[in-house]
């Protein structure tokens, strides 16, 4: 929509940043820490970039008052970041590993002493490595009572200090690349039935736990995050309409609608119950997800946009070869045989990762959430990879000022049409490791001295010129954006 007038960001709005336990706390085996599944996978030869392990990753667990002091300084919110359930747990479920309680209780009341909102993300992929080998994590329902007992401690714990709640991080890339890709752990390929009833377990799980989170009348706001690539149809062409109507179903909204409405998307749910791949849904099932809806706020974790084209039935599929490597056009294109495919646009560059860079995709995505669910939108992630290079002990980082500030304006584009949204964070505040890739694709405002040897650097941090960029759009409220 065209506006003569530009709109400002709300008073109260969320300028933040986020992180995840696995990627930034290292300390793996410290204070009564179990082993997460990550701890294992990492460690199986070729899974990521020159073997990067997370025992020590940018070692937040030791470095938190400093990091946070940094958040204070550059102005931020809100932090988002998450809890490793293996901390909390060691093996999942028993009894609570009181240190664990006490490092996040501390990285909590750090952030409140500089006013700065604690966002929690209670999964971000770090299962306890226990459940796995228990009854294979979350192939089993049995995680969902195992899930939903170490929420609720985490909400006895801090729900007085934390207002706003994450319950899972993108379940739609950590399924798939668990469970068809072999990407993630348990390295699963090609398990089409298996990966539908893992994210099914997940939906139960979440469900549960938004109950039990309203049961316990805390005041504070609990929803979800997705990864979230809005998409385009390749041209007018009718067949390609389709495909992105197909994608959208399967792709986007097989996730939203469960957070939204409580319940799978129509045309998606008919395919994969003939597919054989429909997840086994009991009338129990169906009523807690409907009461569980909708979620808060919805979380939207924005790096790209997608086009879709339809794919004939001996078409490409989801199995290639991925660019972890940051060699610009490695990746391939995927699709679904006789759905669709994800052929590159033309119209846009591309990171060294071959993701879209579409600012446009941002205000696009806020829309479509809006329009479908009508609910208040967190931008949980958003941010550019890129290798960055250090020079007289200093980060000049224009190409990541520019991904951001374009990606914020659209974002005000979007709130001045109506977009309902609370809170932004850049991936990432600081440095961290990136699952697959290792230390070379960075994405923090603040560099950290590392590589993906683990004995490697000083772990000193060094504000990157983006620091310094964003510091001033917090402080201006986002009126020097322009
Ligand atoms: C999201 C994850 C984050 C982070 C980010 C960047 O999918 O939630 O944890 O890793 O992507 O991804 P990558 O490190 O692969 O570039």
């Known amino acids: 929509m065209y506006f003569q007038k530009k709109s400002e960001f709300p008073e109260d709005f969320l300028w933040g940043a986020a992180s995840a336990a696995y990627q930034v706390e290292g300390a793996y085996l410290e204070d009564g820490k179990g082993l997460s599944i990550w701890d294992e996978f990492v460690r199986i030869p070729g899974k990521t970039f020159k073997g990067t392990v997370g025992d020590k990753a940018v070692d937040f667990y030791h470095h938190y008052q400093e990091d946070i002091a940094l958040m204070a300084e550059c102005g931020l919110k809100t932090y988002r970041f998450s809890i490793s359930w293996p901390r909390i747990f060691p093996n999942g479920h028993g009894e609570v590993n009181l240190k664990g309680i006490k490092f996040y209780d501390h990285v909590i009341d750090e952030c409140l002493k500089y006013h700065i909102e604690p966002m929690v993300t209670i999964y971000h992929w770090d299962l306890p490595l226990a459940l796995e080998k228990e009854y294979h994590g979350w192939e089993s329902r049995q995680i969902i009572d195992d899930y939903v007992n170490y929420a609720k401690t985490l909400f006895q714990y801090f729900g007085h200090k934390v207002k706003y709640w994450i319950t899972f991080n993108e379940q739609n890339v950590f399924a798939r690349l668990g469970w068809t890709l072999g990407q993630h752990p348990p390295g699963k390929i090609d398990e089409q039935k298996l990966f539908y009833q893992v994210n099914h377990h997940v939906n139960l799980a979440h469900a549960k736990t938004v109950l039990a989170y309203r049961e316990m009348n805390l005041r504070g706001k609990i929803g979800i995050s997705f990864a979230y ?39 998606a749910y008919q395919y994969l119950k003939e597919q054989g791949f429909a997840p086994e849904i009991t009338d129990e099932d169906r009523e807690l997800l409907r009461q569980a809806a909708p979620v808060d706020f919805m979380g939207i974790n924005y790096y790209k946009t997608k086009v879709a084209q339809y794919n004939p039935i001996d078409g490409v599929t989801m199995t290639t070869v991925a660019n972890n490597s940051g060699i610009k056009g490695s990746g391939q294109v995927v699709g679904v045989p006789g759905v669709y495919k994800n052929p590159a646009n033309p119209f846009l560059q591309t990171t060294s990762w071959d993701w879209a860079i579409d600012p446009q995709g941002l205000r696009l995505g806020c829309r479509n959430i809006t329009s479908r669910y009508n609910l208040p939108i967190v931008v949980s992630e958003n941010g550019l990879g890129a290798i960055d290079h ?13 991904y951001i500030q374009s990606h914020l304006l659209e974002l005000r584009n979007a709130i001045q049409e109506g977009c309902h949204v609370i809170a932004y964070c850049v991936w990432s505040f600081t440095d961290l490791l990136s699952w697959l890739n290792g230390y070379q694709k960075r994405y923090g405002l603040v560099y950290i001295d590392r590589d993906e040897d683990e004995n490697s650097g000083t772990l000193e941090r060094i504000k990157k010129d983006s620091f310094y960029w964003y510091q001033k759009i917090i402080s201006s409220h986002g009126k020097c954006l322009d």
């Open 229 to 267: 690539s809005p998409s385009y149809s390749l041209d007018c062409r009718p067949e390609n309409g389709l495909a992105k109507a197909d994608y959208d179903d399967l792709y986007l909204y097989w996730y939203f609608d469960i957070a939204g409405y409580g319940r799978y998307p129509q045309a």
């Open 390 to 402: 250090l020079e007289d002990h200093q980060i000049h980082d224009d190409y990541r000022i520019e």
